[in-house]
């Protein structure tokens, strides 16, 4: 069974950094793209970024492009979002997510291409 756990959220000031983490019970997380999504109150779902099985290939939505980087350690097996500079509208609910690509350079960038989600850590960015 896929267990994915995330932890790091919490509440800043704009501009602060926040690390989010998420450990993952997987045995064959190398071969899985690994992803981070966040739902803002009221809205839907979205992307924020996705790394490839062999961690040569990364996805950034531009919202956060050149703030937040993604990093992956396959022993032990943790997904690490790294969030810079960050604004109010960085605001919610931050998920763990994990797919199977076709290739160890795969990134997915669609929620429905994702087989298991974290329960979510929320972050919230103060003005």
């Known amino acids: 069974q896929v267990q994915l756990t995330e932890s790091g959220g919490g509440s800043v000031q704009a501009g602060d950094s926040l690390t989010l983490s998420c450990a993952a019970s997987?045995?064959?997380?190398?071969?899985?793209?690994m992803a981070w999504f966040r739902q803002g109150s009221g809205r839907e779902r979205e992307f924020v970024a996705a790394?490839?099985?062999?961690?040569?290939?990364?996805s950034y939505a531009d919202a956060v492009k050149g703030r937040f980087t993604i990093s992956r350690d396959n022993a032990p097996r943790i997904v690490t979002l790294q969030m810079n500079n960050l604004r109010p509208e960085d605001t919610a609910v931050y998920y763990c997510?994990?797919?199977?690509?076709?290739?160890?350079?795969?990134?997915?960038?669609?929620?429905?291409?994702?087989?298991?989600w974290g329960q979510g850590t929320q972050v919230t960015v103060s003005s």
């Open positions: 997510a994990v797919g199977r690509g076709r290739t160890s350079d795969s990134v997915l960038l669609n929620s429905g291409q994702y087989d298991h």
């Open positions: 997987i045995q064959a997380f190398h071969q899985d793209v």
């Open positions: 790394m490839s099985p062999s961690g040569r290939r990364t």
